[in-house]
């Protein structure tokens, strides 16, 4: 039986294989069970479990949850505000922490947005006679 540490690293890793006995016995065995046992014989939770039979290719699961993403392309450009050059997804050309703060800055502008808005006077149409 492999343990809960193995069942996380296979899924989260394409490198670490399992051990070929519990993939046989899965494999022969995965339709017999119903997940929330199978999640119980391994310890692990439901959506771990899912994760790990669709890995597998034995059941597929809807649901962007359960689908296994492959690791994302990462390069070190220089941030273009800052200029540090910490490795982020490839085609993000802030780093994360500028990504935030201009989260922060869009937060003010729209709280300041709506301030204007208020203050606005309601419309009176001009009348040219
Ligand atoms: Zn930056």
């Not at 006995?21 to 995965?30: A, D, G, M, S």
């Not at 290719?57 to 050059?85: D, H, M, V």
Request: charged letters at 30%.
């Amino acid at each position: 039986m492999f343990t809960q540490e193995t069942v996380t690293n296979a899924i989260m890793s394409r490198k670490i294989k399992l051990p070929d006995q519990e993939v046989t016995w899965l494999r022969k065995h995965h339709n017999d069970f119903t997940h929330k046992e199978l999640a119980e014989k391994y310890e692990v939770c439901l959506d771990t479990l899912k994760r790990l039979l669709m890995r597998l290719e034995l059941q597929y699961f809807p649901g962007a949850k359960y689908q296994i993403k492959p690791t994302p392309e990462s390069w070190s450009r220089p941030c273009i505000f800052c200029g540090c050059n910490e490795p982020r997804p490839k085609n993000q050309y802030r780093c994360d922490t500028c990504v935030d703060r201009e989260g922060d800055a869009e937060r003010v502008t729209l709280e300041q947005h709506q301030q204007t808005q208020a203050r606005k006077k309601p419309y009176k149409p001009e009348v040219p006679w």
